[in-house]
Structure formats: C-alpha cells, structure tokens
C-alpha cells in the first residue's frame, strides 16, 4: 500500500504528512576544552513553499548553528547533530555527507551576511554563478554564463554583461551582496537561507535587498528563513517568527502576534530596548538587563530567569524547570515557553509593557 | 586667545578670556573643513588624485549637546570624528576648541588638548589591547597625563569601573574576559578617565546586540547627565541617532546636506536625502509594511576620488533638475535653525 509511488511512500512511513521543511528537536553541540556548548537545544518548527519563517536572537542564541545544521554544514566539524531535518520528504540528519551535498545549490541555498569572506576572490563573480549552475544542469559554458548575466541583472546590478567579469573585490558591498543572491538563486532553491543579508549594509541599500528577496520569492514560491537581529527586517518580510534565547525557541507566532501580542519576557525586552522611528521619542530605553547566558554553563530552569524581571512570579519554577514550547490559549499558531500563567502574561504585557512602547 | 586655562568641570559657563558673551560660545566650531587623501602612483609616487572624503564642513557644537553625524559608508563621518580628534590633521579649514585653533596643532601642543577630547570608538574588540589588563587600559591616560600619583591610580581606575557599571573587582582582567557590551563599557570608562570636555564616539552601539544596544546608550545618556559632557555621535542608525541627539546633521558624500533640531529633522526633513533615508528604515510594524511610500534611489553612491559636479547628490535625486547639475546648492538656513543643501528642498513653508 505504501509502495505505490515513491513520494508518498516517504512521507507515509511515520503516517503523517509532513510540511515542505519540518525540524524537530534539534539538537546541534559542539565538544570544547571548557565543556559542551549546546548551541542549539531541542529546537522544532515548520515551514512551507511560498512562506517565510523570521528567525530572531542574540549573538549565541543558536540562529545561525541551526541554519548551518539545515543545510548539512557542520558535517565534518566536531559538532554532534541529533534530531530530524525533513525537507520535502528526505530526512537530513541521518543521510550521508554526498546526500545533502547534491541537495544543496538546487533544493536548499544560503545567503550568508558577509559577502566579501563568502565569495571566492581568486575566482570572477560570474564564474562562480556558472560553477554551481553547470553542476546541475547539462548545459555549455556559455549558455551558463548568459543565465548568470540574466540572474546578476535580476538581482539589479548595473551593466551586468561587463560585471560578470569583475571580481567580488571590484564590487561595493551592495553589489557583492547582490552577487551573493544571485548566485544562491543559481538552480532556483526552493529553500533559500539568508543569514543577516542585510546586517552589514546601508539602510538605503538594505531596504532594496529585502524587496528583492521578496520580489524572488513571490516569483519562484520559495520558502525563506530569514535570519537577523533586526525588528525591523523581520517586520517587513516574515509571515511566521521565532524568537530564539539561548539555543531554545521560546516564542514561536505569527509577525503580527509576535509585535501586537507577544507573551515572553524576553520578546518583551527586544521591543522595549530599540529606540523606533515610528514611535514618538521616549525619554529612556528600556533594556535587558544582564547579559547573554554561556552555552556551556546555562542558568538551571529557564536560561532567562537571571534577566527575566517577572521571574519572582513563577513561584520558583523558572530557577528549577526548564519552560515547555507550549501552544498559548489564544491562537493555535502562538507557542510560548515561559512559566508565568498565560492569563498573568497576558496582563503584564498589556498593563506595563505595551504602554510603555 | 587664551589658550586653555583648564575650565573646571560642572562650570561650562566659565570660559576665560574671552571677548563674546561665554554661553553663547560653541564649544566647537568647524569651518571649511576639509580632509583630501591623496592617491600616489609611480616611482617617484606623484599625486595623481585625492579622495576627497571630507570636503568642506561647517558645523557648531554647543556646550552639553549631543550632535549625531549620520550618513552612509562611505559619506566622510568617521574621518569626521578622526579629524576632529586630530588623530588625523584636515587638508583645510579650522576646528575651533574652546576658541582655539586646533586644525593644524603639533603632536606636543595637541597633547594637553587630548584630555578634554577624547573618543570611544566602534569594535570593542579591536580598540582595546588584549595583553593589557582592564586596569591598565583604563588607567592608561591618568598615567599618560601624569594627573594622579602611582598610587592613586587603581582607586580612580575602581571608580570609574564602577560608573559605568562595572565590577570593580575585575581590575586584573583581560578584555577576552568580557562579552561585547561590557568591553564597549571598558572603552567608555577609559574616555572618561579624564573628565573630557568633548567625546566624539564612533558608531558607538552598532557592534552591540540589540539588547545591550540599549544598556549602551542610557549608560551614555547618564554619563552626559552627571559630568555635562558633550557628544559628537557619529552613526548610520537613524532610529539611534534620533534618541540620543539634541541636533542632527546628515551628510552625503563628503558633505553636510541638512543640519539642524533633532524635532525639527524627524517632523519636517528638507534635503530629498534625509527623505530617502528615513523611508529606508525598516519599521517594526507588520501592519504597515504594504502601505508604506519608500523612496528608492537609482544607482550607487558616486566614488569621493571624483564627486559629481553641482549638487553632490543630483545623479540619485529624483528631483534634480539641470542647475542641480552646475550649480552646487548652499548649506542655506531655510527656518530657524534648520539648514538644508538643496535647490528644490521638501517640506519649506512657503
């Protein structure tokens, strides 16, 4: 019954239909001299074509770990990878190195946030594009340099039939991080990874790479993750958010949820610490306190307690439990992992935070 | 001109030996101020061309203001900070201190000027010396300057770590001890070892995340507050910029293309660019990312080797119209205290 076609046949063999990326309880640590650090721990979410997931965090909070981890890059590393990565129906995790491999460029593609250290600089733009692009497809040199003079015009580069000679140093950073989507966009992923594209760029500048991943994305249905720090980006462009503390995601919701409602303190405080030009002007931010827990030792409990100003209210729980990933009553879609009483959280926010925004 | 009879601090209003009225006296008065690069080929390294990176500034600062410089990479607003701290020495033009001509100073007459000017600068990782403990780093300038005897030096050293909130008892530690905010909190105890007059920081927040982006900037806020300190802000962040800044000027390419009120900027922005810039900034609002009006610019920045003619900003503007191209627009006060660069300025009453 299961046999009849090898697609179905993938995705019945747990019983269930699984979403186009599925990862679940993800665990990626690294072995050091000092200890264990647990980059990411036990992390789970989905994603389908057409949609784009906003990754949110602090430095070390595991955002880039798991992207790496997705895209089979901690292979060969010392890094000790356990759960499930389900892309269209393969299983990531426990396939083989050539696997994931041949998965990435066509099914998978990344942007990462430094163009100029991600680019080869003995090799021309162009002929980077065409490398990855003739991988897959059987087709001549030149008909791959014409696709990668059409993709770096695409992505907005000027003259691009002149460019696609130049070396990535010729370009500014712009320009190079343009040349960094085009060549992600080489064999139209259908999963496209972008790690802070935009974090080492002008504002003019970046507000024009976010319209173009999204102008790709309508086109070619993609699923995106977009990974940054910044509110704003992830305001912009995402559909879904996950805010990710030390390794854990503790807040999982809709854009518009994750700003209009949000439940953890921690999401609280990365919308009160950022002054906003969209608001009048307050007197005083109001920031995290503390700072950023080590991977190796975390806190007991919930890694946020030492910063969470509502930790007092959990009868203790937050220094001797660590909060579940749990669905809040409110919307099927809007997960939280805190041990304050939803109701209480729901009260706080509105009562004391949300004025003060 | 008197030069410097050291003014003591919390009495701003004291300055001596001069003729104008002294509240109304800048602290700092930049006129024409220019910074040429220049570019040398062959063997006898002829000059064949200067990357004009500042090219031509006048601006005030007054006494206990914060003055944000905002442009993008490339606009000239570090050099800024970097000539206006004389680590490095303007082509032209003058930087009036306290009345007095810094702008071409030698290293030994600069040298006691360097206590009521001092910098923090951006990357809390590269701007302090690894092997040095954080005794010695913020130490450092009390040593210099031989303002305390030996002995005095670690209290002082402890008191300041405290200010900035620090453990003081982490005196012995290297800065590889320390996450990214807490060595940008190093950098700032160090510049205000002195008690300068003047602190020029140089992006001081982008290297931060953005929780402690905020722990930064009320540190910085609190520390003018107690010592009546004034700040040149140098950023790319507009949202930043608009926080922490009592005025605000914008520059583009080498040039300052409107100055004036944090207000008044933010209400009523004249230069197209300013507009442009601040319909770029991401707005952390998801209802609001369809209907909002965003001004793209055509093409690149022009390269400062060879800035275009007239206006600076005419090969971008979409407003720009042939004298745009000839002739170059006047840094002009358009309201009170509100000036703009710009033959076709927005939001000018009539």
Not at chain 2, 147 to 155: D, F, H, Q, V, Y
Request: proline share 8%; glycine share 8%; aromatic share 6%.
């Amino acid at each position: 019954m299961t046999e009849v076609q090898p697609e179905t046949a993938r995705t019945s063999q747990t019983g269930i239909v699984r979403p186009f990326l599925d990862v679940r309880d993800l665990k990626i640590q690294f072995p050091t001299d000092d200890g264990l650090v647990k980059s990411v721990d036990g992390l789970s979410f989905s994603l389908e074509r057409g949609k784009t997931l906003g990754i949110v965090g602090e430095s070390g909070s595991g955002k880039s770990v798991s992207s790496l981890g997705i895209m089979g890059l901690h292979q060969g590393t010392s890094a000790q990878i356990s759960g499930e990565i389900w892309l269209d129906g393969d299983e990531l995790v426990s396939a083989t190195p050539d696997f994931v491999r041949r998965l990435r460029g066509r099914k998978m593609a990344m942007i990462f946030q430094d163009p100029l250290s991600s680019m080869h600089p003995y090799y021309k733009v162009g002929a980077q594009i065409v490398e990855a692009y003739r991988l897959y497809n059987d087709v001549s040199k030149k008909v791959a340099r014409q696709h990668a003079i059409d993709l770096l015009g695409r992505v907005g580069i000027p003259e691009p039939a002149s460019r696609v000679d130049a070396y990535p140093h010729q370009f500014s950073g712009g320009m190079r991080q343009r040349a960094m989507i085009a060549m992600a966009l080489a064999c139209d992923p259908e999963l496209l990874i972008a790690d802070e594209p935009t974090t080492a760029l002008d504002v003019t500048v970046q507000a024009e790479i976010l319209d173009l991943i999204r102008d790709l994305q309508r086109e070619f249905g993609s699923a995106v993750i977009m990974i940054t720090h910044d509110l704003g980006v992830i305001a912009e462009l995402a559909d879904d958010v996950l805010v990710m503390y030390a390794g854990k995601a503790v807040e999982h919701a809709s854009c518009r949820d994750v700003f209009r409602n949000p439940e953890h303190p921690y999401t609280w405080g990365l919308l009160s610490s950022m002054p906003r030009l969209d608001r009048d002007r307050q007197d005083r931010l109001v920031p995290v306190t503390g700072t950023p827990p080590s991977l190796i030792a975390l806190p007991p409990g919930c890694s946020f307690n030492p910063r969470c100003p509502y930790a007092a209210l959990t009868d203790g729980k937050s220094l001797t439990e660590v909060p579940p990933l749990l669905p809040t009553d409110g919307t099927a879609k809007h997960s939280v992992a805190c041990h304050l009483p939803p109701a209480r959280r729901r009260a706080i926010w509105s009562e004391e935070v949300a004025p003060k925004l | 001109m008197t030069v410097s009879e050291a003014v003591p601090a919390g009495a701003p209003q004291a300055v001596p030996g001069s003729d104008q009225p002294s509240s109304d006296q800048p602290l700092l008065s930049v006129s024409g101020l220019q910074k040429y690069f220049p570019v040398r080929k062959g063997v006898l390294s002829r000059q064949v061309a200067a990357v004009k990176a500042v090219d031509g500034l006048d601006f005030t600062v007054r006494r206990g203001e914060t003055l944000g410089l905002v442009g993008e990479s490339g606009c000239g607003k570090t050099t800024t900070g970097r000539l206006l701290t004389r680590l490095i020495e303007p082509t032209a033009g003058s930087i009036e201190f306290e009345g007095q001509d810094i702008a071409h100073l030698s290293t030994a007459k600069m040298r006691p000027l360097r206590r009521d000017i001092q910098m923090i600068f951006q990357d809390p990782y590269s701007s302090l010396n690894p092997r040095h403990t954080v005794g010695g780093i913020v130490g450092a300038p009390f040593r210099l300057h031989k303002t305390l005897p030996n002995a005095e030096i670690k209290p002082a050293v402890q008191e300041l770590l405290e200010l900035v909130g620090l453990n003081p008892e982490h005196y012995n530690r290297y800065p590889h001890e320390f996450s990214g905010g807490q060595r940008q909190r190093i950098g700032v105890a160090r510049a205000l070892a002195l008690r300068p007059k003047l602190v020029i920081a140089d992006e001081p927040v982008s290297a931060l995340d953005v929780s402690i982006q905020a722990q930064v900037i009320n540190l910085l806020e609190d520390l003018q507050d107690k010592f009546k300190l004034t700040y040149v802000v140098i950023a790319h962040d507009l949202s930043v910029v608009r926080h922490i800044s009592d005025r605000v000027a914008v520059m583009y390419l080498g040039k300052i293309v409107e100055i004036t009120s944090r207000e008044s900027l933010y209400e009523r922005p004249m230069h197209p660019y300013t507009l442009a810039l601040m319909s770029a900034v991401p707005v952390p609002d998801p209802d609001r990312r369809d209907n909002r009006e965003r001004i793209r610019l055509r093409g690149e920045t022009p390269s400062p080797l060879n800035p275009p003619p007239g206006c600076r900003f005419h090969t971008r503007c979409w407003k720009a119209q042939e004298i745009c191209k000839i002739q170059e627009p006047p840094l002009a006060e358009l309201l009170p205290d509100h000036r703009a660069a710009c033959h076709f300025p927005e939001n000018v009453p009539a």
